[in-house]
Antibody, heavy 121, light 110 residues
Framework: QLQLQESGPGLVKPSETLSLTCTVSGGSISSSTYYWGWIRQSPGTGLEWIGNIYYSGSTYYNPSLKSRVTISVDTSKNQFSLKLSSVTAADTAVYYC?????????????WGQGTLVTVSS | QSALTQPASVSGSPGQSITISCTGTSSDVSVYNYVSWYQQHPGKAPKLMISDVSNRPSGVSNRFSGSKSGNTASLTISGLQAEDEADYYCSSYTSSNTVVFGGGTKLTVL
């Protein structure tokens, strides 16, 4: 049974960089069948796709966040990570890591439980 | 990219059927069959209910069905049950090689 688990600080100061890691268990992140990605949900609002990564390192980002986002993968640890720079209160959200089917990032068939990140001084 | 358009809320009585619409553009829903639907209960992660417009993953009740016409996809839930009360989100692959979600629909079972 595939499991994804987010980890990282729950509180980040404005203008700093948000960093999260997703650990994948019960399956290989090096599978040719899937992308791995991040989705966020601000309090009381809908879902926002942040971006995806393939195990080879190819990345795809939401244009509205592209200038601040970096997603990377560590196949040796079966992990992938999210960095979001220059955060503001608007980046406060529950961040989910997830698995999506190739070739069109759809569907997202497995989700982590989510982790709340609050941006505040 | 603009979010797909969903009604903010729908409601129905137990046993009834409801349909949630998801309207996109010529860059997403209308040109690709990569439309998915997700169910989210409060405080929980979303759960895949429908993929590729109308495919139901293993383990999802056959009371859930999906369809598409033009730039609008739809999720129909038949035989409403109390446990169906949740938020529902659609998503689509886009011609910009991205994913866009709908704003979400809150389903209330009366």
């Amino acid at each position: 049974q595939l499991q994804l688990q987010e980890s990282g600080p729950g509180l980040v100061k404005p203008s700093e960089t948000l960093s999260l890691t997703c650990t994948v268990s019960g399956g290989s992140i090096s599978s040719s069948t899937y992308y791995w990605g991040w989705i966020r949900q601000s309090p009381g609002t809908g879902l926002e796709w942040i971006g995806n990564i393939y195990y080879s390192g190819s990345t795809y980002y939401n244009p509205s966040l592209k200038s601040r986002v970096t997603i990377s993968v560590d196949t040796s640890k079966n992990q992938f990570s999210l960095k979001l720079s220059s955060v503001t209160a608007a980046d406060t959200a529950v961040y989910y890591c997830a698995r999506a089917l190739r070739p069109r990032f759809s569907p997202i068939d497995s989700w982590g439980q989510g982790t709340l990140v609050t941006v505040s001084s | 990219q603009s979010a797909l358009t969903q009604p903010a809320s729908v409601s129905g009585s137990p046993g009834q059927s409801i349909t949630i619409s998801c309207t996109g553009t010529s860059s997403d829903v209308s040109v690709y069959n990569y439309v998915s639907w997700y169910q989210q209960h409060p405080g929980k992660a979303p759960k895949l209910m429908i993929s590729d417009v109308s495919n139901r993953p293993s383990g999802v009740s056959n009371r859930f069905s999906g369809s598409k016409s033009g730039n609008t996809a739809s999720l129909t839930i038949s035989g409403l049950q109390a446990e169906d009360e949740a938020d529902y989100y659609c998503s689509s692959y886009t011609s910009s090689n991205t994913v866009v979600f709908g704003g979400g629909t809150k389903l209330t079972v009366l």
